[in-house]
């Protein structure tokens, strides 16, 4: 299987302020941002529609902007995989999107997710996938969870069925996220998405972009929350970075944290040989300068390259073979049917779990 790398636009556009500190790098334009992922290894990208063209821009601006965006496309080849919308940074949505207490702010959210979709539908992206990084609270007695729960649900509704009525090519896709910016969000993990999905009117149509920071920060394991996903038949997407547990948003480079987390990870995908682009959400360190946003690309897919690597040479390593061969047998040994007791397991899951890290150190 040929694998796709992906980046999301943001994160090489990304000019390195914080909410205590200014840029510290030159702006990059979302074409620049396109040519310079395909000359250093990756193969699509991931935008929000507001990447290309800005907010309240004319119908006349955006498909001038998106016929550049699709011959530079052709020319550099990179394909767009998802697209989304900033639903978050306008101040009208600061008390949310579409769980805004105001109707008018709800239907505002809509009616930019609908643009951004037939944005994304222009650029061939399959995926729409819906952030909803306001969609939350802060003060409990503002709003009904339950009432908040009805409006997500209409919301994905009608996105869902304005995909399907527009005869596109494309699915519905949610991000969960336990909090930040808001103190507490709605849709916070896996779980909590799949419950919400398994309501919608048209179920089939939706599914899960996991964020391996997203998890670590509620404290989860994130191979779990892939292998939800994936059983449930709903990872439409993934989100690659590193993050150390229960922080703010690192949107650390793939890699640069929790390395047995991101091997399971890679593990996961490459055993079930998922066929989605191993997309990476990630933001360059606020010291890196402009040429280093490159290396920080090329070391996000490498370091994914390695990972399965490491995944080859767990299944190539006899002694660990050995092992889950033996636990293996567990499952399918016949009763004692002399109801003797039985001497008690050795589990040798302290060995396995070394040579897991011997793996990944390269001493093996």
């Not at 396109?34 to 119908?59: K, V």
């Not at 309501?199 to 391996?212: A, F, S, Y």
């Not at 929790?258 to 997309?279: A, H, M, Q, T």
């Not at 499952?331 to 990944?360: C, K």
Request: hydrophobic share 40%; aromatic share 8%; with cysteine.
């Amino acid at each position: 299987m040929k694998r796709i790398f992906s980046f999301g636009l943001w994160t090489v556009m990304h000019r390195g302020g914080d909410p205590f500190g200014q840029p510290t790098r030159a702006p990059l334009d979302p074409l620049q941002a396109m040519s310079g992922l395909a000359a250093h290894g990756a193969q699509a990208f991931e935008l929000h529609a507001e990447d290309l063209i800005p907010s309240g821009s004319p119908d006349a601006e955006r498909d001038r902007l998106i016929r550049k965006a699709r011959g530079l496309m052709e020319d550099v080849g990179i394909i767009c995989v998802a697209c989304g919308s900033d639903v978050f940074s306008d101040p009208v949505f600061r008390d949310g999107g579409l769980t805004s207490n105001e109707a008018r702010v709800r239907r505002q959210a809509i009616a930019r997710y609908k643009a951004a979709i037939d944005v994304g539908h222009l650029l061939d992206a399959p995926l729409f996938n819906i952030w909803g990084g306001r969609d939350g609270a802060e003060v409990d007695a503002s709003r009904s969870p339950l009432d908040a729960l009805k409006r997500l649900r209409d919301g994905f509704n009608e996105l869902a069925d304005y995909i399907a009525r527009q005869g596109y090519n494309m699915r519905l896709s949610i991000e969960p996220k336990p909090n930040e910016p808001r103190g507490d969000l709605y849709l916070s993990t896996v779980g909590h998405t799949l419950g919400l999905i398994a309501t919608l009117e048209q179920p089939d149509r939706v599914g899960v972009v996991l964020e391996l920071a997203h998890a670590a920060m509620a404290g989860l394991n994130p191979a779990y929350e892939v292998a939800h996903a994936l059983h449930a038949g709903k990872l439409f997407g993934i989100h690659l970075n590193g993050q150390r547990p229960l922080r703010f948003d690192q949107d650390l480079r793939f890699g640069g944290a929790n390395l047995k987390d991101g091997f399971f990870v890679v593990k996961l995908l490459e055993e079930e040989v998922w066929p989605g682009p191993r997309s990476f959400d990630a933001r360059p360190y606020r010291t890196t300068d402009g040429q280093g946003v490159w290396q920080f690309v090329e070391g996000c897919i490498r370091a994914y390259q390695i990972l399965a690597e490491k995944v080859q040479q767990y299944h190539d390593d006899p002694e660990v073979q050995h092992l889950l061969a033996e636990i293996a047998s567990w499952d399918t040994e016949e009763p004692d049917d002399a109801g003797g007791a039985s001497a008690p397991r050795v589990f040798a899951y302290e060995r396995l779990d070394h040579l897991v890290f011997e793996i990944l150190m390269g001493t093996r």
